[in-house]
């Protein structure tokens, strides 16, 4: 059966204030959204001094040299995760935001119960970085690489934007609606989708948000600027019942966890997780796995989201 390609149609803009409704609509029709003024200016900028100095220590380009991961990476993007540990500002404001969990709690909670972090992941495109193919982030569990449209959401990126986004510098590019086409409706396997009508760039101001759908064709943008750096934050949400990309519990100092709300603290898995129509997971002899880590026990764990 043959495929036609929609034509494309623009990324849809909706306040923060807008509330719930408008946002979840459009991210329903295009799998895209970008979300205008989702966090404050003084957010942005201690997440921006929180972030400069150990970034500033990550070298551009891929450490590891297979070629596909470094096409992938880019040639001068830095990356860097673990931005609980790097970030207070990270941790104790932006894992506890309300609009963000009213945002998963309607995408998640009916199909899959509990949601986590999967990764929240720094990614600064240089100058000359080319463009990024293009990929679905749902694949990197090979299991939805054979469920078409009709499957439930696994995982949403909250991608925000730490400095300004143009089309110059190197913007995500997407492709609005792509969540809604068949799973083999695309050029190519892998990484290396080809848009037969293109793609747009999703330019947005520091402060602002694209969520978008683990279904959604995207890729970094080719930053064709002399001098400017375009630096976001991909903040990956995903079912808890699906290994995270980072290892949270691994990494993150317990001293710092102390510092988060339980709800932050569940997000990394501090906390043990519920997925739908289950008696628990991640814990120790059935016991809340915050009690065996000598966390504060809440009562309402099961419900905190």
Not at 193 to 219: K, Q, Y
Request: hydrophobic residues 35%.
């Amino acid at each position: 059966m043959s495929f036609h390609f929609p034509p494309l149609t623009p990324v849809k803009r909706v306040a923060a204030s807008a509330g719930l409704g408008p946002i979840l609509g459009a991210f329903k029709d295009d799998g895209v959204v970008v979300i205008e003024g989702f966090f404050t200016p003084e957010q942005v900028n201690e997440l921006n001094d929180d972030l400069t100095p150990p970034l500033e220590k990550v070298k551009n380009g891929p450490s590891l040299k297979d070629p596909e991961i470094a096409r992938y990476h880019g040639s001068n993007t830095k990356r860097m995760s673990n931005m609980s540990t790097h970030s207070r500002v990270f941790r104790t404001q932006t894992l506890d935001n309300d609009l963000l969990h009213d945002i998963c709690t309607a995408i998640f909670a009916k199909d899959s119960g509990d949601y986590w972090l999967n990764t929240a992941l720094v990614i600064d495109i240089g100058p000359g970085n080319k463009a990024q193919p293009l990929h679905r982030d749902e694949e990197q569990h090979p299991v939805f690489r054979t469920v078409g449209p009709g499957g439930i959401e696994a995982g949403v990126n909250f991608f925000i934007a730490l400095t300004r986004f143009t089309d110059e510098n190197g913007a995500t590019r997407m492709i609005p609606g792509s969540h809604k086409w068949p799973k083999d409706a695309t050029r190519t396997d892998g990484l290396e989708i080809e848009a037969p009508h293109g793609t747009l760039p999703v330019e947005m101001n520091a402060g602002d948000v694209a969520l978008f759908s683990g279904r959604n064709i995207h890729g970094g943008g080719a930053n064709r600027t002399r001098d400017e750096r375009r630096r976001g934050v991909a903040m990956s949400i995903q079912a808890s019942y699906l290994t995270p990309e980072e290892a949270h519990t691994l990494l993150v100092p317990l001293d710092k966890v102390r510092e988060m709300s339980p709800r932050a603290q569940k997000m990394l898995g501090f906390r043990s997780q519920f997925p739908k129509d289950t008696p628990g997971i991640w814990m120790s002899d059935m016991r809340e796995i915050a009690e065996v880590l000598g966390l504060e026990r809440d009562a309402n764990s099961k419900t905190d989201y």
